[in-house]
């Protein structure tokens, strides 16, 4: 790759281990985990010791391999030539511009489920939930235009918030437990059945997001000592709260009540109501929306290097290589990601309910998202970590099969199965249209 102009280093261990936590952890994953039942908690540590390890430990040796910014793209091309190197980063940059969308419907819903009866409609009103939703997608990647300095203290907030909605949401679901005992039998062996089967894609998609503080290699104070320990920090972190806060959940409530979408606020008000204290259901949709501005900033920024490495190498246009004058950022691949997850809102809500569009989104962005790993653990597999290799494509190949099943909130199968085919041929098709009329 020609030289790129640079960026500024400014992420250190505390500011990396926050991005990382900012990255990986979702609360939009637990409603669905506790939906499952008790059997997820066995999955998150299934899914942590068989993945997200694996993963941390693959990320740390490529970047130590493959130094500067734009991550798995550099990873693929050095292992692999540059189309494979291309249709990694063009299929990995569209499963995030899916990710956008998704989350700011799911962050958009808890938000006003938790203002009350009268305002809990709006969780299924398409015309609020593309609204709302543009409106935080635009809002969260427009503050890292202005550079990392500024931009940092988004993904710093979120983590911190993170943190914050653990301990409390946690310590008061225990402290219900101990006044009237647990809404669910715990038993720790996880159901197969058609409903749950595509939660298993989840747990695994849930655990991702190690990859993305790779992408940030050029912006990373020492990366090669900084980057693993963040790594396992965040790592570590993630499956404690993953698995805490699904136990808080079913702890709470049953769950055949839990709504995949609005589960966490059911649960928020569900403890507001026994415990009396009507500000905590408000005061949790705060921290839920906080922790998802984070995600937003965190992933929009790191994704928003990749185009600005391809641009660079000119298999993109020119402008996506370069970088903003005054705050030194990638403004362009800023903009293209939230034009494209815009339009990805507006086309997928078509045919089909909301919450069905819902998860026809999150099953299409589970299979973009794990396409790029069969690539990631390829030039694991040449770094030398062998053993990462080998369970991170077999997590992989379980994700890909698994999310093409239709939960039971899907009411048309074929329009179900249809968007998944067409999306994904979409996906990979326009890689192979971009990529000649550039080389």
Same mark, same amino acid.
């Given at each position: 790759?020609?030289?790129?102009?640079?960026?500024?280093?400014?992420?250190?261990?505390?500011?990396?281990?926050?991005?990382?936590?900012?990255?990986?952890?979702?609360?939009?994953?637990?409603?669905?985990?506790?939906?499952?039942?008790?059997?997820?908690?066995?999955?998150?540590?299934?899914?942590?010791?068989?993945?997200? /390890?694996?993963?941390?430990?693959?990320? /740390?040796?490529?970047?130590?391999?493959?130094?500067?910014?734009?991550?798995?793209?550099?990873?693929?091309?050095?292992?692999?030539?540059?189309?494979?190197?291309?249709?990694? +980063?063009?299929?990995?940059?569209?499963?995030?511009?899916? &990710? +956008?969308?998704?989350?700011?419907?799911?962050?958009?819903?808890?938000?006003?489920?938790?203002?009350?009866?009268?305002?809990?409609?709006?969780?299924?009103?398409?015309?609020?939930?593309?609204?709302?939703?543009?409106?935080?997608? $635009?809002?969260?990647?427009?503050?890292?235009?202005?550079?990392?300095?500024?931009?940092?203290?988004?993904?710093?907030?979120?983590? #911190?918030?993170? $943190?914050?909605?653990? /301990?409390?949401?946690?310590? @008061? /679901?225990?402290?219900? %437990?101990?006044?009237?005992?647990?809404?669910?039998?715990?038993?720790?062996?996880?159901?197969?059945? $058609? =409903?749950?089967?595509? %939660?298993?894609?989840?747990?695994?998609?849930?655990?991702?997001?190690?990859?993305?503080?790779?992408?940030?290699?050029?912006?990373?104070? =020492?990366?090669?000592?900084?980057?693993?320990?963040?790594?396992?920090?965040?790592?570590? %972190?993630?499956?404690?709260?993953?698995?805490?806060?699904?136990?808080?959940?079913?702890?709470?409530?049953?769950?055949?009540?839990?709504?995949?979408?609005?589960? %966490?606020?059911?649960?928020?008000?569900? #403890?507001?109501?026994?415990?009396?204290?009507?500000?905590?259901?408000? +005061?949790?949709? @705060?921290?839920?929306?906080?922790?998802?501005?984070?995600?937003?900033?965190?992933?929009?920024?790191?994704?928003?290097?990749?185009?600005?490495? @391809?641009?660079? =190498?000119?298999?993109?246009?020119?402008? +996506?290589?370069?970088?903003?004058?005054?705050?030194?950022?990638?403004?362009?691949?800023?903009?293209?990601?939230?034009?494209?997850?815009?339009?990805?809102?507006?086309?997928?809500?078509?045919?089909?309910?909301?919450? #069905?569009?819902?998860? #026809?989104?999150?099953?299409?962005?589970?299979?973009?998202?794990?396409?790029?790993?069969?690539?990631?653990?390829?030039?694991?597999?040449?770094?030398?970590?062998?053993?990462?290799?080998?369970?991170?494509?077999?997590?992989?190949?379980?994700?890909?099969?698994?999310?093409?099943?239709?939960?039971?909130?899907?009411?048309?199968? &074929?329009?179900?199965?249809?968007?998944?085919?067409?999306?994904?041929?979409?996906?990979?098709?326009?890689?192979?249209?971009?990529?000649?009329?550039?080389?």
């Amino acid at each position: 790759m020609q030289d790129a102009p640079a960026l500024k280093r400014e992420l250190g261990l505390r500011d990396l281990t926050l991005f990382a936590i900012a990255c990986i952890v979702g609360v939009r994953w637990i409603p669905a985990a506790a939906h499952a039942g008790p059997g997820s908690l066995t999955l998150w540590l299934l899914a942590a010791v068989l993945f997200t /390890a694996p993963l941390a430990v693959s990320v /740390a040796a490529l970047c130590a391999k493959y130094p500067g910014t734009g991550g798995l793209y550099l990873w693929t091309r050095g292992d692999f030539g540059p189309w494979h190197g291309f249709l990694c +980063f063009w299929i990995y940059w569209m499963g995030i511009a899916l &990710w +956008f969308p998704s989350a700011a419907m799911f962050y958009m819903s808890v938000g006003v489920y938790t203002l009350g009866p009268s305002y809990a409609h709006l969780a299924d009103n398409r015309v609020y939930l593309v609204t709302a939703s543009l409106a935080a997608v $635009w809002i969260a990647l427009g503050t890292n235009l202005a550079g990392m300095k500024i931009g940092k203290w988004t993904e710093n907030v979120g983590g #911190a918030a993170t $943190w914050l909605l653990a /301990a409390i949401f946690l310590g @008061v /679901a225990l402290l219900i %437990f101990h006044r009237r005992g647990s809404a669910t039998p715990i038993h720790l062996r996880p159901e197969w059945n $058609w =409903d749950t089967v595509n %939660f298993y894609s989840t747990v695994a998609y849930a655990m991702t997001g190690m990859e993305m503080a790779g992408l940030m290699g050029g912006e990373i104070r =020492d990366p090669q000592r900084t980057l693993p320990r963040a790594g396992w920090i965040a790592s570590a %972190f993630a499956t404690l709260f993953y698995s805490g806060l699904t136990l808080a959940l079913i702890l709470l409530l049953p769950p055949a009540q839990i709504s995949e979408m609005n589960g %966490f606020a059911q649960a928020a008000d569900s #403890a507001s109501s026994t415990l009396g204290i009507w500000w905590f259901a408000p +005061f949790i949709a @705060v921290m839920v929306f906080i922790t998802g501005v984070g995600q937003f900033g965190g992933l929009g920024t790191s994704v928003s290097r990749l185009p600005f490495a @391809v641009g660079v =190498d000119k298999l993109l246009p020119a402008a +996506f290589g370069k970088i903003h004058p005054r705050w030194h950022t990638p403004y362009v691949s800023i903009l293209a990601l939230g034009g494209v997850a815009s339009l990805m809102l507006v086309a997928i809500e078509l045919g089909d309910t909301a919450r #069905a569009a819902y998860q #026809a989104m999150v099953s299409l962005m589970v299979i973009a998202g794990f396409i790029p790993f069969i690539y990631i653990f390829g030039s694991a597999w040449k770094a030398g970590c062998r053993l990462s290799a080998l369970c991170g494509w077999s997590v992989t190949a379980l994700a890909l099969v698994c999310s093409v099943a239709p939960t039971a909130e899907v009411h048309n199968v &074929w329009l179900f199965e249809a968007k998944l085919a067409i999306g994904t041929a979409a996906v990979i098709g326009s890689a192979w249209l971009v990529y000649p009329r550039r080389k």
